[in-house]
């Protein structure tokens, strides 16, 4: 069946035009809730995902501080699409595509397409020091977040434990790699943790000795946003009690110690716990799609698309999120321009389009081109301290915070977890406290 449109005979006959959905996060989500509500009664869609959630990535570091649990950002994939009665989901992993058969590979079977969507995200990355990973988790998964609080909260108890002055020094400095607003966002709350939250809970160590340190290799933090903006970030982050390290370069990591050159200068941080935020890369599924339709990846592994979002070559194959690079956003030369970023809120956009557009064809319909609405960037610092960059306007303080605050309530997926971290997001401006400071698994924290 051609991608452009359905036969009515086809229709007539029961038979089903087959879009598959690969990966269940904002792009992949939204072009599915875009499918089905389009109601097209000869589709079949089928959503293949690793797990069987729905995980809003931008609230991980929350979960990791302990200022939520793990459900309130997360939703159930079938919970969420339950209306849609011509939407399967199936919990599996993608192993490979054969665009000549149209069919997707499974661990356990072969799913036939007519239309592929391909909205597998990213991953971290360490720029070629993959060893690194054990001693410095990166925040990218719910199983980082958990892995993070952890690390977090056994550094304290260790710290209460340890009577050698140098060695509980140690225990109670953290140091978080990468200045970009995940980073900012990881230290603002571990420093607010630390010298609000438990503050008064422990009685040998001290939580004002407690150092929260943001290494970050370019010369500003926050890169994207403007002077004004980044200064601001700086100040307030300097009053939580965070120092920041900016040119500072990650030469190794190893158990208990960073290595960092900054400013000409060798120097060597003693810290027990060390996090990763520095970068994030395409999933490994680029690779393997680039060479079996032909496709081109940018430096950073992302498919190059077409102004449809379908790979050339392909009209039927569509990548959306943070594997698609796409730069037909502006009417600047083609060498100059930039693709979009992996935001939540581009992914988003280029979901739902992608749903509509397949829906459109399917209804011999019209498609509008895409156009993109930059909806600007927001980075909190701690309660009542953010920046915000949105276009026409620039916010920093209460405001930046308040938008912040009711930007991730409208965009959280499902009704209850928009209730439950309302409820707790006030619970913890008024009390100051944390509900889920849980340590979950052992063993003890490394001596």
């Known amino acids: 069946m051609s991608m452009q449109q359905v036969p009515d005979s086809a229709a007539g006959a029961g038979q089903k035009f087959r879009v598959v959905i690969v990966g269940g996060g904002f792009g992949g989500l939204y072009a599915a809730k875009a499918l089905g509500d389009a109601r097209c009664e000869a589709l079949e869609l089928t959503l293949v995902d690793k797990r069987n959630f729905h995980l809003f ?53 072969q799913l036939p397409y007519d239309a592929l969507v391909i909205a597998a995200g990213g991953i ?45 020094k140690a225990w109670q400095t953290f140091v978080i790699v990468g200045g970009g607003p995940t980073g900012v966002e990881l230290a603002g709350t571990l420093s607010e943790l630390a010298h609000v939250t438990l503050q008064d809970q422990f009685n040998r160590c001290r939580m004002e000795d407690t150092r929260i340190i943001l290494l970050e290799a370019a010369p500003k933090i926050l890169s994207v946003y403007s002077t004004d903006l980044i200064d601001h970030a700086v100040l307030q982050l300097e009053k939580l009690g965070v120092t920041v390290y900016t040119g500072a370069m990650v ?74 690079h796409y730069a037909h956003h502006s009417k600047q030369p083609e060498q100059d321009k930039t693709p979009l970023p992996g935001l939540a809120s581009v992914a ?10 397949i829906a459109a064809r399917l209804k011999n319909q019209r498609s509008e081109p895409f ?13 009542n301290a953010a920046v915000g960059d949105l276009g026409a ?15 991730h309530i409208f965009y959280l997926i499902g009704f209850e977890n928009k209730i439950l971290v309302l409820f707790q997001w006030l619970w913890n401006y008024f009390t100051r406290g944390r509900s889920a400071c849980l340590i979950t698994r052992y063993p003890e924290p490394r001596q």
């Open 348 to 357: 988003m956009q280029e979901g739902r389009y992608v749903g509509r557009l």
């Open 124 to 168: 971290h990355q360490y720029f070629g020091n993959d060893q690194w990973q054990p001693e410095a988790p990166s925040l990218k998964t719910l199983e980082d977040a958990l892995e993070i609080r952890r690390r977090v909260f056994s550094a304290f108890e260790a710290a209460e434990r340890e009577k050698d002055p140098i060695k509980r």
């Open 371 to 383: 156009r993109y609405v930059d909806k600007g960037t927001l980075a909190i610092i701690g309660n």
């Open 393 to 407: 306007f620039r916010l920093k303080g209460f405001s930046a915070w308040f938008v912040w605050l009711f930007i």
């Open 57 to 109: 990535q931008p609230l991980l570091y929350q979960v990791a501080s302990g200022a939520l649990s793990a459900g309130d950002i997360a939703s159930p994939l079938r919970t969420i699409l339950r209306k849609y009665k011509n939407i399967s989901i199936l919990m599996d992993e993608v192993l490979g595509i054969d665009p000549q058969n149209k069919t997707v590979q499974l661990r356990d079977e």
């Open 251 to 324: 030469k190794d990591i190893r158990p208990g110690e960073v290595c960092i050159e900054r400013h000409g200068q060798a120097e060597v941080i003693e810290a027990g716990t060390t996090l990763w935020t520095a970068g994030v890369k395409s999933s490994p599924l680029g690779m393997m799609i680039s060479e079996k339709t032909g496709a081109s990846l940018d430096r950073g592994g992302r498919l190059i698309v077409n102004a449809d979002f379908s790979l050339p070559g392909h009209p039927e194959i569509f990548v959306v999120g943070d594997l698609a």
